[in-house]
């Protein structure tokens, strides 16, 4: 038994559980794409992320998504953010509290991206800026990435992570069967990166802890190979058949057991009950940060 949790010990970090295994599932089609949905204004999305391994049952940090809507000079803006933080029974082995955000317009395409905090030993300080078609620039303030640009080679849309899973929540699902694939281009670590994503169908799906069953779309990603996975990774995507398109459940193999993320809270939040969370956690990782 010490034996495996010393397995364990040595697998999780490199997964990081915490909001990328969120984010990496994002896809994108190659040519432009109309919505029947749009996210939702003041939308708040809570998620349990747990390590499991047979019987061996860990809660190891907590995610929140949270939208709101904007306006500027009369132009539909929507403001995306993922926040996510270690339990405290993990800080002492590998303590994270990070946020990833975004600004979109009204098609839901990135104008700005920041990632901001820390995750294990790794300190992030960037902000990306995508509004030209034709070149992706950052700023890093932090000493693993230097600042720099690069051009946007591919015709098709370049996503950021936040910008992608609302992307991906509001395209036609109900029109894709099960063996298509999509592509998603994705900026991530100041380098751009094309893969694909296989859509598995329509099933019924058990949450294995309410055992309540929900009709959803299930899909699975190849993962992006960097400071996120490894290359090979599997992931599979749970996500709502219905307006809201949650994405209830996600679960990432790892060399030894599973990631596996949970949702557990679903709200419309007030302007200014929204504004005060998204002021308590940036209060929280400023604190965390600074220890």
Not at 129 to 150: C, M, Q
Not at 189 to 197: F, I, K, N, P, V
Not at 205 to 230: A, M, Y
């Given at each position: 038994?010490?034996?495996r949790?010393?397995?364990?010990f040595?697998?999780?970090?490199?997964?990081?559980?915490?909001?990328?295994?969120?984010?990496?599932?994002?896809?994108?089609?190659?040519?432009?794409?109309s919505?029947t949905?749009q996210?939702?204004?003041?939308?708040?999305?809570?998620y349990?992320?747990?390590?499991?391994w047979?019987?061996?049952?860990?809660?190891?940090?907590n995610?929140?998504?949270?939208?709101a809507?904007?306006a500027?000079?009369?132009?539909?803006?929507?403001?995306?953010?993922?926040?996510?933080?270690?339990?405290?029974h993990w800080n002492?082995?590998?303590?994270?509290?990070?946020i990833?955000?975004?600004?979109a317009?009204?098609?839901?395409?990135?104008?700005?991206?920041?990632?901001?905090?820390?995750?294990?030993?790794?300190?992030?300080?960037?902000?990306?800026?995508?509004?030209n078609?034709?070149?992706v620039r950052?700023?890093?303030?932090?000493?693993?990435?230097?600042?720099?640009t690069?051009a946007?080679?591919?015709e098709?849309?370049?996503?950021?992570?936040m910008?992608?899973v609302?992307?991906?929540?509001?395209?036609?699902w109900?029109?894709y069967?099960?063996?298509?694939?999509?592509a998603?281009?994705?900026?991530?670590?100041?380098?751009?990166?094309?893969t694909r994503?296989?859509?598995?169908?329509t099933?019924?799906?058990?949450d294995?802890?309410?055992?309540?069953?929900?009709?959803c779309?299930?899909?699975?990603?190849t993962?992006?190979?960097?400071t996120?996975?490894?290359?090979?990774?599997?992931?599979r995507?749970v996500v709502?058949a219905?307006e809201?398109?949650l994405?209830?459940?996600?679960?990432?193999e790892?060399?030894?057991?599973h990631?596996r993320?949970?949702l557990?809270?679903?709200?419309?939040?007030g302007?200014?009950?929204l504004?005060?969370f998204r002021?308590?956690?940036?209060?929280?990782?400023?604190?965390?940060?600074?220890?």
């Amino acid at each position: 038994m010490v034996a495996r949790i010393s397995d364990f010990f040595k697998t999780l970090p490199r997964s990081r559980v915490f909001l990328l295994p969120m984010a990496c599932w994002l896809w994108s089609p190659a040519s432009a794409q109309s919505f029947t949905t749009q996210p939702t204004d003041g939308e708040r999305l809570d998620y349990t992320v747990t390590y499991e391994w047979g019987p061996f049952y860990l809660e190891v940090g907590n995610v929140s998504f949270t939208t709101a809507s904007m306006a500027y000079s009369g132009n539909q803006l929507w403001s995306f953010e993922g926040w996510g933080a270690s339990r405290k029974h993990w800080n002492w082995f590998y303590p994270v509290n990070s946020i990833y955000a975004s600004v979109a317009d009204a098609s839901l395409a990135s104008i700005n991206f920041q990632r901001r905090g820390r995750e294990g030993s790794h300190a992030y300080d960037r902000w990306y800026f995508l509004k030209n078609p034709e070149e992706v620039r950052w700023i890093s303030a932090d000493p693993e990435l230097k600042s720099g640009t690069l051009a946007a080679e591919s015709e098709a849309p370049l996503h950021d992570v936040m910008t992608a899973v609302h992307h991906c929540r509001h395209l036609p699902w109900e029109d894709y069967h099960p063996g298509d694939t999509v592509a998603l281009n994705l900026i991530l670590d100041g380098e751009l990166h094309s893969t694909r994503l296989g859509f598995k169908g329509t099933i019924r799906h058990e949450d294995p802890r309410t055992k309540t069953e929900t009709t959803c779309w299930e899909f699975s990603p190849t993962l992006i190979d960097g400071t996120v996975f490894k290359a090979g990774d599997q992931m599979r995507v749970v996500v709502t058949a219905d307006e809201q398109r949650l994405p209830i459940f996600v679960e990432t193999e790892l060399v030894v057991g599973h990631a596996r993320i949970y949702l557990t809270n679903v709200d419309v939040l007030g302007t200014d009950e929204l504004s005060a969370f998204r002021a308590a956690s940036k209060r929280q990782r400023d604190a965390f940060n600074q220890d």
